[in-house]
């Protein structure tokens, strides 16, 4: 069978006769199990995907389908589904099952979408190359020996090897972009609270936002428009309307682009993404855009601020994992005390543990001004220079990442080291803005590189429109 890169080809082929949605579920069955060793899944849901393909066959016959119908996706292993397990790639979770779905992969389900199974991620979204699972690392398909990024690794692999078509992941520093960029597909951080957070297991709910990979700009917009929109279980949730993002309005034929000298001229940006940013710069200039640099010297202070707020947020959402109400329980408990010390302790990985601490530290009387105050301030300022330059631009132009895929092991040692590659994620999301990362060009290793765009909150419409243009240019 063919491999397929957008939905509507697959449509084309399901209506001609020449597929049926069991072909088309075994086949992506057929590829996950030949590519184990990426272990891009926790769980395959095999009989249950080729049960529902079989009814939506009776369907698509009947003429009853709905408009995802021929879509197989994939969740990353924080977002809950009904009677199933999630486990945010943690320990703590390991035989915790969902009593119910979260609201984004409900409204794809309703729409006929098949989702193929659960995937692999860094333990509740910690982490930039999916090394921080307790079900292992997942690896690049491109090449077996370096990492897909993260925390939505799995997520990204699947999309990267023909597991599935599109992947739900989560971004609250880059973990849909970052990988993304290292597997060579599209990844979308949309506006935070365009998407109900219903159903996704918390990290830093301020910054949470759910993500989408495909290869296809027209399958990224109508999974948005599909999941988007208010929800009465997330108070948090915009009541924006939500246009229709598939048909691809908003296009306009020339745009005014910024694009940031700081994050050109840093010493840590690999020179093959520089001079793919450059060349970029060129074609769209080259196309009749307005491509202007405009300095923003705050970017220095963008990954601390999240860091501490993250870390802030996430000692108090992991504070439920306590070993009392569900998940891991110590069996080494003599009182309560030793009950919460020892689930957490043994349920909890190393990163995890880590950003604990760090975000119980930041929050405690002596610190709070110091550290957690001073970052809020921090983020209403990037915010408020952000939105300074997007009044005059509709776009900024940013690598994704500073460098391609790195090895397995290359940053485990070092922290640090690890979080530098969020380095140009977190603006969209201490911002909350909408980001998208596109894979243009490749590295002297033949690894791919992904550019980023950013633009004004809920204005995802221009951003699909203009990604498909770069695309094209490409
Ligand atoms: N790598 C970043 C972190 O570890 C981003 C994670 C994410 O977006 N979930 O915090």
Redesign the pocket.
């Known amino acids: 069978m063919k491999s397929y890169h957008r939905l509507s080809d697959i449509r084309n082929d399901l209506q001609l006769g020449n597929l049926t949605c069991q072909q088309l579920v075994s086949q992506y069955l057929k590829n996950i199990e030949e590519q184990e060793h990426l272990n891009a899944f926790i769980e395959v849901y095999k009989d249950e995907a080729l049960a529902k393909a079989k009814d939506i066959d009776q369907k698509l016959k009947k003429n009853q389908a709905g408009k995802l119908a021929g879509l197989v996706f994939g969740i990353k292993d924080?977002l809950c589904l009904d009677k199933h397990r999630v486990s945010g790639g943690s320990k703590i979770l390991s035989n915790f099952e969902s009593q119910f779905s979260a609201t984004a992969v409900e409204a794809l389900l309703k729409e006929d979408a098949i989702v193929i199974g659960r995937q692999n991620?860094?333990e509740?979204?910690?982490?930039?190359s999916n090394e921080?699972s307790a079900y292992g690392a997942v690896k690049n398909a491109l090449d077996v020996n370096k990492v897909p990024g993260?925390?939505?690794g799995g997520s990204a692999v699947a999309v990267q090897a023909d597991m599935c078509l599109v992947s739900l992941?989560?971004?609250?520093?880059?973990?849909?972009?970052?990988p993304a960029a290292f597997c060579g597909v599209i990844g979308l951080?949309p506006t935070y609270s365009r998407i109900s957070r219903w159903g996704l297991l918390a990290?830093?709910s301020s910054?949470?936002?759910i993500g989408i990979f495909s290869k296809s700009i027209e399958d990224n917009a109508l999974v948005l428009e599909t999941m988007a929109g208010a929800d009465r279980k997330d108070a948090t949730v915009s009541k924006t309307p939500v246009p229709s993002y598939s048909t691809m309005k908003g296009t306009q034929e020339t745009y005014r682009i910024a694009y940031l000298p700081e994050a050109i001229e840093t010493e840590a940006l690999q020179p093959e993404i520089k001079s793919t940013l450059l060349a970029t710069i060129e074609s769209l200039k080259a196309a009749g855009h307005t491509v202007e640099p405009v300095s923003f010297p705050m970017l220095d202070y963008v990954l601390p601020a999240?860091?501490i707020l993250?870390t802030a947020e996430a000692s108090a959402n992991l504070s439920r994992y306590d070993g009392a109400h569900y998940g891991h329980r110590s069996p080494h408990v003599h009182d309560l005390e030793s009950l919460y010390k020892n689930s957490r302790t043994e349920g909890f990985g190393e990163?995890v543990r880590r950003?604990i601490l760090l975000g119980t530290f930041v929050l405690s009387a002596s610190y709070y001004d110091a550290y957690y105050t001073k970052a809020q301030k921090v983020r209403r300022l990037i915010l408020k220079e952000t939105q300074r330059i997007l009044e005059e631009f509709d776009f900024i132009v940013i690598p994704t990442t500073p460098t391609t895929a790195f090895k397995l092991g290359e940053h485990t040692k070092n922290p640090l080291e690890?979080?530098m590659?969020?380095l140009f994620?977190?603006q969209a999301?201490v911002t909350g803005l909408p980001a998208i990362s596109l894979p243009i060009g490749k590295d002297a290793e033949n690894m791919p590189v992904g550019i980023q765009i950013m633009t004004n909150a809920f204005d995802e419409a221009k951003l699909f429109a203009f990604s498909k243009k770069l695309m094209k240019n490409n």
Request: aromatic share 16%; with cysteine.
């Open positions: 924080l991620c860094d509740f979204g910690m982490g930039s921080n993260g925390s939505s992941g989560t971004d609250t520093g880059g973990s849909v972009r970052q951080k990290y830093a910054f949470d936002t999240y860091y993250t990163e950003r690890m979080y590659a969020d994620t977190v999301s």
